[in-house]
């Protein structure tokens, strides 16, 4: 197969990158390692930042999504039964986020890009990346049974944490930098009216718990739990009363109702500080991981698909690698400001601590002073709905 740009993944990141890329004009074609049903049904976070969705509606990808997807004007924070609510549009001029699962995303990406003839092999896993320092970089890959080539240009790692991507990066051309945090969290979806319209970050001295929703009929909550939790450890009995216990506020109520998807995600922060190297460019999971605190994981992985577009195409319409040099130093700007914001939404509303500790008055005194602080509340909701881009076209 010869392309212009070789992506391995169809997830968020190498999806949009595609479609982007087809806008102006750019040939891509895409491999990914699993199935359809496979990627069309992995449970991941919901949440998209304002850049995402106007990405999505720019490149008239968003009709699901305008339709099915709510968008949210504000976020409830608790801390040991009290609750406060920052609203984001106010403090933001205008930005919001919007809840619509990940997989849907993938799903109306994946229908899109088919439906323009684009090339997309499933179960076809990425065996060796070969000559990344030289014009004519090639994916080998399986499919069938059978071996392939991708001959292009260049190649767009968008494999994920686990993806060959990375490996096939030079030891010695990037740092490492990673955290493991000491908790994980329960995910559930469950078949219930979501008990709030907007979403619920809590505090308790029994441990962190998230309300967050997929639509009308959907509940999407989480619970924070040891590491070396299991699934089986938690009937559903015992999982809603621990939710209602942590996300209680006084004259609220949580709605209970049959458990139809539950796991177990562990937390890390991890990022390389170089994420090219050759022709071989590194988007999404493949290059940083943030604990889901605040839901960046896709939506920073669409910001660095923004960064590689720009670079394409300065490459194709003016023949320069110049904003391509530049990937990595500008799209890690904004991983390393989403790290912060998603370790600071991870210690302050996580129990690492004893309750009652210093470290525990330091998360209490943040807590409060969101409320005394319009200054502070702006920090976190500018954060939280996504710095905007200078442009993007
Ligand atoms: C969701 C997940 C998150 O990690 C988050 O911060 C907000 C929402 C979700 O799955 O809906």
Request: contains cysteine.
């Amino acid at each position: 197969i010869k392309t212009q740009v070789g992506i391995i993944g169809a997830g968020p990141a190498g999806l949009t990158l595609a479609h982007w890329l087809k806008k102006h004009g750019i040939e891509a074609v895409i491999i990914e390692h699993r199935s359809r049903e496979y990627i069309q049904g992995r449970v991941r976070a919901g949440l998209l930042e304002q850049n995402t969705v106007d990405i999505l509606k720019k490149l008239g990808l968003a009709d699901r999504l305008v339709k099915e997807g709510q968008e949210h004007h504000g976020v409830y924070l608790n801390f040991d039964g009290k609750r406060v609510r920052v609203p984001f549009g106010q403090l933001t001029g205008g930005r919001n986020i919007t809840i619509y699962g990940q997989q849907e995303v993938v799903k109306d990406l994946t229908e899109a890009w088919l439906a323009q003839s684009g090339q997309l092999l499933f179960e076809a896993p990425a065996l060796e990346l070969e000559g990344i320092e030289t014009d004519s970089p090639k994916i080998h890959f399986e499919h069938n049974g059978e071996k392939g080539i991708v001959e292009c240009d260049f190649i767009a790692a968008c494999d994920g944490f686990h993806g060959l991507g990375r490996k096939s990066m030079p030891k010695d051309a990037y740092k490492e930098y990673s955290v493991t945090y000491p908790f994980s969290w329960l995910g559930i979806l469950a078949h219930v009216a979501p008990s709030s319209e907007e979403l619920i970050y809590a505090y308790h001295e029994r441990g962190f718990a998230l309300h967050s929703l997929r639509s009308e009929k959907v509940s999407r909550l989480y619970i924070q739990v040891e590491n070396d939790d299991h699934v089986d450890n938690w009937s559903d009995e015992q999982i809603w009363e621990e939710l209602s216990v942590r996300l209680g506020t006084e004259g609220w109520k949580l709605n209970s109702g049959p458990i139809f998807e539950r796991s177990i995600t562990p937390m890390r922060s991890y990022f390389i500080d170089n994420m090219q190297h050759g022709r071989l460019f590194l988007a999404g999971d493949a290059a940083h991981i943030v604990p889901p605190t605040g839901g960046k994981g896709l939506n920073l992985a669409v910001a660095d698909v923004k960064h590689l577009v720009d670079g394409f195409r300065d490459f194709y319409e003016k023949a320069s690698m110049q904003v391509l040099d530049n990937y990595s130093t500008i799209a890690l700007k904004r991983i390393w400001r989403a790290q912060d914001f998603s370790n600071f939404m991870t210690t302050l509303f996580h129990k690492q601590y004893e309750h009652g500790s210093f470290h525990y008055q330091l998360q209490k005194a943040k807590f409060d002073y969101i409320q005394l602080s319009e200054a502070y509340a702006t920090t976190i909701a500018e954060n939280y709905v996504g710095l905007p881009f200078e442009s993007f076209d």
